[in-house]
């Protein structure tokens, strides 16, 4: 069986229409985009596919099972819930919206429309991150206590003047934007416990300074560090920074800490490429162990939508998973405002 996608969105979206192209069991069919000169590429790319500037339209005109969802945050639980309500189901980017409440009532849609809504998490989707996954769930860290997960830029700032830094768009800086796939595989790696509390600070003059001098607007942070209390006694600490937080162009690492070992991932030489070690005590020393092949090629993110959809599976990172990050980004944001520790509800 094959399914139909629509992908709305020609930015990151044609990063999946890339997957869906070449995946056997889906079939690009529509792109959708309001920018003209985007759409000419994607219709040169795909000339087999439709082409709409309105996704209403597209879903009116196409026979579509999915779609994913790539456009500006704040268009992310409209656009979902109109697709829920056509009937498709959803992979829709990160973040999962600007805020819980609207996560949470996309969370409800497709769960009423009995439709698949992930959200493309997709720094779980490597080889090494299958590996971490499987070194802390085989027990291998003991009792674990300790986590941290930051994701920092010296600058970098996403095409300063767009969407990215206006927060009525995006719904906030480098805390959605970058701090979510971090936080995202940190929690991933601990089996999603709940949060208990979260304190966090924003700062934001340096980007407003990169702004000025941009001639572009600009009001959300450039950097965010916060500290989450989860359940079992477990404490986070979570960085993350568009400019001025770091010395690299570009800074990730993910650590998970127990009584037993540790397991650590980052990235290496400012790239996208990362490193995976574990550490244990064996014979009276901390030893690190690296693996010398990590298993094969797992399935993309997209892949793995789709599979899901065809094979009528639940999707991971799922609703809930999307749900859960937004509470506590909002906490994050609502400590910084406040100037304090902020209890999560139950
Ligand atoms: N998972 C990842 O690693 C990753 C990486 C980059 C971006 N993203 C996410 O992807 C999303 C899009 O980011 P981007 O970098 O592609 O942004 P972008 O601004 O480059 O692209 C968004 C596209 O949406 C189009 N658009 C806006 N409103 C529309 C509408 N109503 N109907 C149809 N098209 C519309 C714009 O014309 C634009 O081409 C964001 O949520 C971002 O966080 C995720």
Known sequence: MTINVGVIGFGMGSYHCKFYEANPRSTLVAICDLDAARLEKARALYPKARMYTQYDEMFAKEKLDAVSVALPNVLHAPVTLAALRAGLHVLCEKPMSVDAVAAEEMRQAALQADKKLMIHLNYRFSPASQWAKRFVSEGNLGRIYYARTRWLRARGIPRIGSWFGIKEMSGGGPMIDLGVHRLDLALWLLGYPRALTVSAATHG??????????????????????????????????????????????????????????????????????????????????????????????????????????????????????????????????????????????
């Open 205 to 346: 003059d340096l980007g407003q300074r990169l702004a000025r001098e941009a001639k572009a607007k600009y009001d959300v942070e450039d950097l965010v560090s916060a500290f989450i209390r989860l359940e079992n006694g477990v404490t986070l600490t979570l960085e993350a920074s568009w400019a001025g937080g770091t010395d690299q162009r570009e800074e990730m690492m993910t650590g998970i800490y127990g009584d037993t070992g540790a397991l650590v991932q980052r990235n290496m030489r400012e790239t996208y490429e990362f490193e995976t070690l574990g550490l244990l005590d064996v014979a009276g020393a901390l030893t690190q162990v690296t693996p010398k092949s990590l298993p094969g090629e797992c399935a993309s993110a997209v892949d793995h939508f789709v599979d899901c959809v065809v094979d009528d599976q639940q999707p991971g990172p799922s609703a809930e998973n999307g749900v859960a990050l937004m509470r506590i980004i909002d906490a994050v944001y609502q400590s910084a405002r406040e100037g304090r520790e902020v209890r999560l509800s139950e």
